[in-house]
């Protein structure tokens, strides 16, 4: 099996040894070439071809972002992982189709897990990911301490509160959030419903309201995916919630 080949854009010299050190490190992967700016990330995407680049953000002349938003033009784009100082661009990142925005310095584990995401598409496969991610629904940009990661609303099948963080289980796994559960409902109400002081539920995995023999009220998620606890102040809520969202 071929290694995958990555290309570096950053204008420190410093912080493109650091990243190829760490991908000289990591088994199935080859940096195929280096570049100072935008404009020289562009001519190289279109001479080396690479699988995956990884690229900074701040740069003279076209800077990361504006070089992104132009590898849409390129007939066979790289797979994009953003490396940079500042964690303000996250959601124009994704918005430029990136697979992970990792902030420097870029560590190891971070890398190879970003790197992972980004192979398990080829690259055509990432434009038409990118063409649906544009015209699918809102996504959350949560910060991790993998970088920042995007979440599908339609995919959360509820929001848990525990203390000072929120839970986010979805689709993919679960994400801590530092996101309060009002500002989550009152940001996103046609994709989260509050069922319980501490739970909003992701309203497109409702599937019916139900009572245990103790006479607890449940929802019952689609999908075998299980039953959350309703509290009585909410009950009629996602009662009236199913009602209006009869099929038919």
């Given at each position: ?83 940079t100082a500042y964690d303000n661009y996250a ?23 970003a790197l992972q995401r980004a192979g398990r ?128």
């Amino acid at each position: 099996m071929t290694n995958r080949r990555i290309l570096i854009a950053d204008d420190e010299p410093l912080a493109r040894e650091r990243l190829r050190r760490l991908v000289d490190a990591l088994p199935g992967y080859e940096v195929c070439g280096e570049a100072t700016d935008g404009d020289n990330a562009l001519a190289q995407v279109a001479e080396l071809e690479p699988d995956i680049m990884l690229l900074d953000i701040r740069m003279p002349g076209l800077d990361g972002m504006a070089a992104a938003a132009r590898l849409g033009q390129v007939a066979n784009p790289p797979a994009l992982i953003f490396c940079t100082a500042y964690d303000n661009y996250a959601i124009q990142a994704f918005g430029v189709q990136a697979m992970a925005y990792l902030l420097k310095p870029v560590r190891k584990e971070a890398l190879a897990d970003a790197l992972q995401r980004a192979g398990r598409i080829n690259r055509v496969q990432a434009q038409t990911l990118g063409n649906l991610t544009q015209a699918s629904d809102e996504q959350l940009a949560v910060r991790t301490h993998r970088g920042t990661e995007l979440i599908d609303l339609a995919n959360i099948l509820y929001c848990e509160a525990d203390q000072k963080y929120v839970t986010l289980h979805h689709t993919q796994g679960e994400t801590v959030s530092d996101y309060t559960l009002k500002e989550l409902e009152s940001t996103y109400p046609n994709h989260l419903l509050r069922i319980h002081r501490q739970t909003l539920v992701g309203v497109r995995f409702i599937q019916a309201l139900t009572r245990t023999d103790e006479g607890q009220a449940m929802v019952q998620l689609k999908a075998g995916r299980g039953h959350l606890p309703v509290s009585r102040r909410h009950a009629s809520g996602v009662r009236q919630w199913l009602q209006d969202h009869q099929p038919g």
